[in-house]
Structure formats: C-alpha cells, structure tokens
C-alpha cells in the first residue's frame, strides 16, 4: 500500500517535471513532498496507539 502510494507520486513527479508550467510546477513538488512527510509521521506516530484502539475493540465483541 504505501509502496504503491510512493510510486505513484513518483510517477506524479516525474510528469510535473516534464510539464513546462513554471513555477505551479515547483509549487505542487513541495506541496506533495510535505504532505508526504505528514503522512509518514503520522504514521509512524500513531499506528501503536490505532493498533491498541482495533485490540480493545476486537476484545470488547468478542464473545466469552
């Protein structure tokens, strides 16, 4: 999943760099890129905390 996801914004990058539009170009590479790395932060901040949260819930409809 998040191999996929990098290749298509590898392939997304590679067309904005092809486009000659300028600046909007430049523009939407950092744009992509910070949101990139928002992403993997949070995910790598979080996943502990969403993986305990799928745990309780999975214990709570679990019949005894």
């Known amino acids: 999943m998040i191999l996929d996801m990098l290749m298509r914004c590898c ?7 092809r486009r000659k539009d300028g600046a ?4 939407y590479l950092i744009l992509v ?3 990139a ?20 819930i999975t214990t709570a409809i679990t019949p005894t």
Not at 11 to 17: E, R
Not at 24 to 27: D, F, K, L, P, S
Not at 41 to 48: D, K, M, V, Y
Request: proline content about 3%.
């Open 33 to 35: 890129a910070i949101v």
């Open 24 to 27: 909007t170009a430049i523009e």
């Open 11 to 17: 392939v997304q990058l590679q067309l904005l760099f």
């Open 37 to 56: 790395l928002v992403i993997l932060a949070a995910g790598t901040t979080l996943s502990p905390q969403i993986s305990a949260l799928f745990t309780k």
